[in-house]
Structure formats: structure tokens, C-alpha cells
């Protein structure tokens, strides 16, 4: 079984930067393809960003494309999703996810394990 845990989430201003955390435990996740999701009010929880564990692929929604960043760091068992240029459009509660089977793949549920969530609001 693998926890998540996510942190680094809160109140940022349009056109801020944020930095979110995923730490993983119980099972090693390096060979893991690991994802950001996120979910506004109101609305259906959407794929962000995801990365295989080599880091050779990388997937961006479109909406985040150039502002956002997935990264990992595999000897911490860690995942990272720097967020720049924050809208508004980016509030939402950020997910970190995990999926045994390292092939990339934006659809939430091919996705094994999940956190709690991490609320990021952007003020205008």
C-alpha cells in the first residue's frame, strides 16, 4: 500500500508561485508513474500534470501548459509541482496520485493510489 500526502498548499495572489509537495511512504514509488490532479467547486476532478519515473515523459493539461512544472525526486520519494503565474481558474484542491503501471495516462482513474488533497486559493 502506498500513502500520499500532499503539502504546500494556501493562499497565493494572481500571478503568484506556489510550490507543492508529495510525499510518498509504505512502498517505494520510484517506479511509479505519478500524477497532480485537481478539483474546483463544483466540478469534476481534472488532470494536471504527470510523470513517468525516468522523467522521459512528461504530460501537461492544456490549461496549465508553460506555467506549471512536474518534477520528482525518486531517491525521496517525492513529487513536486511548481505552479507560476497563478489565475483564479487555478483554485481548486491539488491531488497527488500514483499508478503502479509506469505508462502515461491522463485519466484519474487509471491512477492506484491517491492523497488527501491540498487546497490552493488565488486571489485577485
Known amino acids: 500500500q502506498v500513502q500520499l500526502v500532499e503539502s504546500g498548499g494556501g493562499l497565493v495572489q494572481v500571478g503568484g508561485s506556489l510550490r507543492l509537495s508529495c510525499a510518498a511512504s509504505g512502498r517505494t514509488v520510484n517506479s511509479y508513474l505519478m500524477g497532480w490532479f485537481r478539483q474546483a467547486p463544483g466540478k469534476e476532478r481534472a488532470f494536471v500534470a504527470a510523470?513517468?519515473?525516468?522523467?522521459?515523459?512528461?504530460s501537461y493539461a492544456e490549461s496549465v501548459k508553460g506555467r506549471f512544472t512536474i518534477s520528482r525526486d525518486n531517491a525521496e520519494n517525492t513529487i513536486y509541482l511548481q505552479m507560476n503565474s497563478r489565475n483564479a481558474e487555478d483554485t481548486a484542491v491539488y491531488y497527488c496520485a500514483a499508478r503502479e503501471v509506469n505508462a502515461m495516462t491522463s485519466g484519474a482513474h487509471d491512477y492506484d493510489f491517491w492523497g488527501q488533497g491540498t487546497q490552493v486559493t488565488v486571489s485577485s
Open positions: 510523470i513517468t519515473w525516468s522523467r522521459r515523459t512528461i
